[in-house]
């Protein structure tokens, strides 16, 4: 059982005939036991993780544009 968090998404799945993004990607090898546990809110440590992941990102960025300007 699939469940989408929006309408839209479960109506254009419907209508293409597909499965989620994230299933669709991983070509549904997951049970659906990983699936709920993916679905989990985030601790705060991850949340933190990914926020200086994606500071570090942006950082390297704008350093690539700074280099290519010079």
Request: aromatic letters at 8%; charged letters at 35%; one cysteine or more.
């Amino acid at each position: 059982m699939l469940t989408y968090s929006r309408k839209s998404a479960f109506d254009r799945a419907v209508g293409n005939n597909t499965v989620c993004k994230s299933c669709a990607q991983m070509d549904r090898k997951l049970t659906m036991e990983t699936i709920t546990k993916m679905q989990q809110p985030k601790t705060i440590q991850h949340k933190r993780k990914i926020s200086r992941g994606i500071q570090k990102w942006w950082d390297d960025k704008r350093e690539g544009e700074w280099l290519s300007l010079d």
